[in-house]
């Protein structure tokens, strides 16, 4: 069994900042990479941020400059530091991940894509 658990959403005015948190447990081999999604309102979901297992990062356009991901693996852990914020950042922000569990190991290498409860961020005067 694996879990995503995420923290650090709030309520914030625009221009603030904020750091969200996002950790996997449980029967884990190795995590792959880790995503970011936001699922605001009336919205279709939409990638935010990403960073696989070597570090490498990718931004959507809307968080380029103002987002940071980063993780610490040893933690199994992702970050999203958000600076700047704007109301349209609103919304919830889900975890996902692409993780081997134990039980994967030797037969299922790709593991699967697990996802959190979200956390909710809003942006607001």
């Known amino acids: 069994q694996v879990q995503l658990v995420e923290s650090g959403g709030g309520s914030v005015g625009p221009g603030g900042s904020l750091r969200l948190s996002c950790t996997a447990s449980g029967n884990i081999f190795t995590v792959n990479y880790m995503n970011w999604f936001r699922q605001a309102p009336g919205k279709q979901r939409e990638l935010v941020a990403a960073?696989?297992?070597?570090?490498?990062?990718h931004y959507a356009d809307s968080a380029k400059g103002r987002f940071t991901i980063s993780r610490d693996n040893a933690k199994n852990t992702a970050y999203l530091q958000m600076n700047g914020l704007k109301p349209e950042d609103t919304g919830v922000y889900l975890c996902?991940?692409?993780?081997?569990?134990?039980?994967?190991?030797?037969?299922?290498?790709?593991?699967?894509?697990?996802w959190g409860q979200g956390t909710q961020v809003t942006v607001s005067s």
């Open positions: 996902n991940a692409r993780i081997v569990t134990n039980d994967d190991v030797g037969s299922r290498w790709a593991g699967d894509d697990y």
């Open positions: 960073i696989t297992s070597d570090h490498s990062p």
